[in-house]
């Protein structure tokens, strides 16, 4: 019993490890949908006239660019630090 849990373990760490690599490959195409989405979020925002423009709708797109700002940022620090 034991050789077939650790084969299994194996397989799943070598599938763990090309998730991982593809994933890191993958970054840059992350970042650019998120750029992407943020801009056209400021877009349709700003299309709207200023008296439609809510709280709510600033709120979500604040939020939506704060979440944005810090995922970057900490790519950007794991990035340099595992560099």
């Known amino acids: ?9 194996g397989l ?6 090309s998730c991982l690599i593809w994933l ?3 970054q ?11 801009a056209y979020q400021v877009w349709l925002i700003w299309q709207r006239p200023a008296h439609a423009r809510t709280r709510g709708m600033k ?8 979440i944005n700002i810090i995922l970057i940022a900490g790519w950007i620090v794991i990035s340099i630090r595992y560099a």
């Open 1 to 9: 019993m034991l050789p077939q849990v650790l084969a299994g373990l």
């Open 12 to 17: 799943f760490s070598v599938l763990s490890a």
């Open 24 to 26: 890191q490959r993958l």
């Open 28 to 38: 840059p195409l992350f970042f650019a949908v998120a750029v992407a989405s943020l």
């Open 59 to 66: 709120l979500i797109l604040s939020i939506s660019a704060a």
